[in-house]
């Protein structure tokens, strides 16, 4: 059973939610959490959402490159779900970290929370089965590339998530990114997901 397959256990916090890989249907709703951040955040770099169509591509890509693409819903009844329950209440794949050949053994991470959604535990939930998929195969690195301000006096959540999760800080790159009127840094964490 990978992790993607797996529920809560009965006693954690955030029993209910269920982490699953990602399918065709979750395309707009991921589109839809993701464009959130690119238009009000400095979270990520890009600065026009991308279309569905575009995430349908990137769905494909991760199964083509046995890559792990994972979803987390909230089921009804669950405090921060709306009647009904919240399908893609956040989602979390990898990408090849760069084109060139040599890399073809390390990928980077990306984790996004609907905003309605935060502090329910779906971060650690869905990096963890990231990670735990990822040792299953045959890449060795993961690398996150996480947005910060300069002046920010405390780790941002994400950093927090990623050293959670073993994840080291390995460098920082001062104004590499311009968005919103200001220069925002970029913190790179790494792990070594074959190393238990």
């Not at 991760?62 to 909230?74: G, I, W």
């Not at 329910?120 to 990231?130: F, I, N, P, W």
């Amino acid at each position: 059973m990978t992790g993607a397959e797996r529920g809560a256990s009965p006693h954690s916090p955030d029993r209910g939610i269920v982490v699953r890989p990602a399918d065709d249907d979750d395309a707009p709703r991921i589109a839809d959490v993701f464009a959130g951040y690119v238009l009000a955040s400095v979270a990520t770099f890009v600065e026009d959402p991308p279309s569905t169509a575009t995430w349908l591509e990137r769905l494909a890509a991760a199964r083509e490159q046995k890559l792990p693409f994972v979803v987390a819903d909230l089921p009804d009844g669950h405090p921060a779900a709306p009647r009904g329950g919240l399908r893609v209440a956040g989602f979390a794949w990898c990408a090849q970290f760069r084109p060139h050949a040599a890399y073809r053994y390390t990928v980077e991470d990306s984790v996004y929370i609907a905003p309605e959604a935060t502090g329910q535990g779906l971060g650690g939930r869905l990096l963890g089965t990231l990670v735990d998929d990822l040792a299953h195969t045959g890449i060795r690195q993961v690398v996150a590339v996480i947005a910060t301000l300069p002046a920010a006096r405390h780790d941002t959540p994400s950093i927090v998530l990623h050293r959670r999760l073993g994840f080291e800080v390995v460098g920082r790159m001062p104004g590499v990114g311009y968005k919103q009127g200001q220069w925002v840094d970029t913190v790179l964490m790494q792990k070594d997901v074959q190393q238990r």
